[in-house]
């Protein structure tokens, strides 16, 4: 991956340093963007993906030309718990540095999730004339997905976390000036380390003279992610063991109750775009 990361890179910049010699496009894309995982037991609902873009496409021949450019995209999407009371456990260790198995269960958990960032995309174009002032146009190539921020905004009507030590066969259930307990009306926000990928990308579409110089770009994606955004070095509580409070819990989120999840965003919908020759 990192080859191909270097590779997209790298070509972009040398693309855009020969700018004047290429036909310039701004546009959006919008439609549904799904952060996709293999956490188990997990749900996502609610997707929704957009990106602002602006970019060159180089001419080689009459019909084949290179592209790239940057874009700053968007993906929402809500997700919760497939059993709305279930259990799940980990491990922590309390001030004492005792060892002990954190156990939480929650009510109606849901997660908002909110992922920003910024992709390169370097791309093949194939265009050919179908009619008079219009144009079909093919885009196949590869895009540098690097997340700026990947927040989350996590609630739940109640949340109860409990402790079992193993070593001494305790089970503390209700100590809320330790951590233990619970409460009603959870609401708190977190968010994900994250780490760059690489994402295929697809577009099919046409292009419609406005004008001598101009042009009106309409057209299909579809975005597909490989390798997982998530950057963590060890399993977590969905919401966080606090030491000194049941009400000040943190929300870690769904998605790191599993270091190893393979967490990639995956996209397709519709893109407009204004082409100035």
Do not use: C
Not at 149 to 173: C, E, F, M, R
Not at 244 to 264: E, F, H, M, P, Q
């Amino acid at each position: 991956m990192k080859f191909n990361i270097k590779n997209i890179i790298g070509t972009s910049v040398f693309l855009i340093s020969q700018g004047m010699a290429a036909q310039f496009y701004v546009g959006v894309q919008t439609g549904i963007g799904n952060i996709q995982s293999d956490v188990k037991g997990t749900i996502a609902g609610n997707r929704l993906g957009g990106a602002l873009k602006a970019g060159y496409v180089y001419s080689l021949t009459n019909h084949i030309g290179i592209g790239t450019g940057v874009e700053f995209s968007q993906y929402k999407q809500e997700v919760s718990l497939n059993n709305s009371s279930e259990t799940l456990t980990n491990y922590e260790v309390d001030p004492s540095s005792s060892a002990f198995v954190y156990n939480v269960t929650t009510s109606n958990y849901n997660e908002k999730q909110t992922l920003h960032a910024i992709q390169i995309p370097l791309f093949l174009q194939y265009k050919t004339n179908i009619n008079k002032g219009i144009d079909f146009n093919f885009r196949a190539g590869a895009k540098y997905f690097l997340p700026v921020n990947y927040k989350i905004k996590a609630t739940a009507n109640y949340v109860n976390g409990t402790a079992y030590y193993p070593d001494v066969n305790l089970n503390i259930n209700d100590l809320p000036e330790y951590g233990f307990g619970g409460h009603d009306n959870y609401s708190a926000s977190g968010e994900y380390q994250t780490k760059g990928t690489v994402m295929s990308m697809f577009e099919l579409g046409f292009t419609f003279d406005m004008g001598v110089k101009n042009a009106l770009y309409a057209a299909m994606f579809l975005e597909n992610g490989y390798g997982s955004i998530l950057d963590q070095g060890k399993d977590e509580s969905y919401i966080g063991y606090n030491p000194t409070s049941i009400v000040d819990r943190k929300a870690n989120g769904l998605y790191s109750t599993d270091k190893n999840a393979k967490i990639r965003p995956v996209a397709f919908g519709i893109a407009f775009g204004w082409n100035f020759k």
